[in-house]
């Protein structure tokens, strides 16, 4: 398994946007990176997002999954972007991302516009960062900068998923050593997954909770049996039916997730075993009591996720076409 390469010390910057955030930057990237380079290219990739989620707004949810899927996988280099070819199945291909992965024709979308305005320049990595903070601010997370400068790789394997992403099956420990392989702290991994406050998940992620628990249990005791009710009837007949993360505000980002929590309204086990440890229990308790200060940490958290193992300066390349690496002449 790839070790995490920190390339550069963490910076402090203020940068103040439309909500008002502190945002850390990693030294390796740039804040207005594009500035000069392509000076529209952020605002062109917000109103790509703005256009699709105005079609759907369950889009600003998978684009914040994406991007959490494409960092932990090779790190922040858009490699799940990546179709699959007669020669190698992609990312794409393994079964933590299809078929519940979504949102690539945003991106599409944005880089096509992009292509038209600063040709071969802004980065598809780049692209899915800003979409994902995009996505944040508008479903009413905070507005953040988000450094940039990154390159794209040029390497995608079906299999490699399975060895970095966090299964939704795993407890609190587990999610704590899956993070820190990627240099994230325990205090970081809680308030990321307050990402849970929006978004939809599959029946098949969370039937063991409802059926045949255990030898004891039915299904787990952990799980408020009021939404456990709710859940059977909708999961019963079809493990492919999706359901809301978050039952109360499901399309706005929001501590309601931490909440839930507490109340044990919370559907994937991975989420609900952040209250079986003291540590991460008092982490969800003042979440839940400190909305704006989550707000402001989750904002932070995003940035320094996007930094990890960056490519950048003549590291990989800034593709064409963010389904396929560029050709070599």
């Known amino acids: 398994m790839r070790g995490v390469i920190v390339r550069s010390v963490w910076l402090m910057v203020l940068a103040i946007g439309v909500c008002g955030v502190t945002a850390i930057a990693s030294a390796s990237l740039r804040v207005g990176y594009y500035r000069t380079r392509c000076p529209n290219a952020e605002a062109i990739v917000r109103k790509a997002v703005k256009r699709a989620m105005s079609r759907d707004p369950g889009v600003a949810a998978a684009l914040i999954r994406m991007h959490f899927h494409d960092c932990f996988v090779r790190g922040c280099d858009a490699s799940i972007l990546l179709d699959t070819t007669p020669e190698n199945a992609s990312e794409k291909e393994n079964a933590a991302n299809t078929p519940s992965l979504r949102g690539f024709e945003v991106i599409d979308d944005a880089k096509r516009r992009l292509e038209s305005r600063c040709s071969q320049t802004v980065s598809c990595a780049d692209i899915l960062t800003f979409a994902a903070r995009d996505s944040v601010c508008e479903t009413g997370g905070s507005h ?82 009021g939404l456990a009710k709710v859940l059977r009837s909708k999961c019963r007949s079809d493990m492919d039916s999706t359901v809301d993360l978050d039952v109360k505000t499901p399309n706005r980002l929001d501590n309601e997730y931490y909440l839930n929590l507490m109340n044990r309204n919370v559907v994937l086990t991975s989420d609900q075993s952040l209250m079986n440890s003291s540590e991460t229990a008092r982490m969800v308790r003042f979440n839940a009591e400190n909305g704006r200060v989550w707000a402001r940490r989750f904002a932070r958290a995003m940035v320094k996720m996007g930094s990890i193992e960056v490519l950048t300066g003549f590291e990989g390349e800034v593709r064409k076409n963010c389904r396929v690496v560029n050709p070599y002449i």
């Open 144 to 225: 953040y900068r988000v450094p940039s400068g990154r390159r794209d790789g040029r390497v995608s394997l079906k299999d490699e998923p399975s060895l970095h992403l966090p299964s939704p099956s795993l407890d609190a420990k587990q999610l704590e050593e899956s993070f820190a392989k990627k240099g994230l702290t325990l205090d970081e991994m809680v308030t990321l997954s307050g990402a849970h406050s929006i978004g939809v998940s599959r029946c098949s992620s969370f039937s063991g909770r409802l059926f045949s628990f255990n030898s004891t249990h039915e299904q787990d005791p952990s799980l408020n049996p």
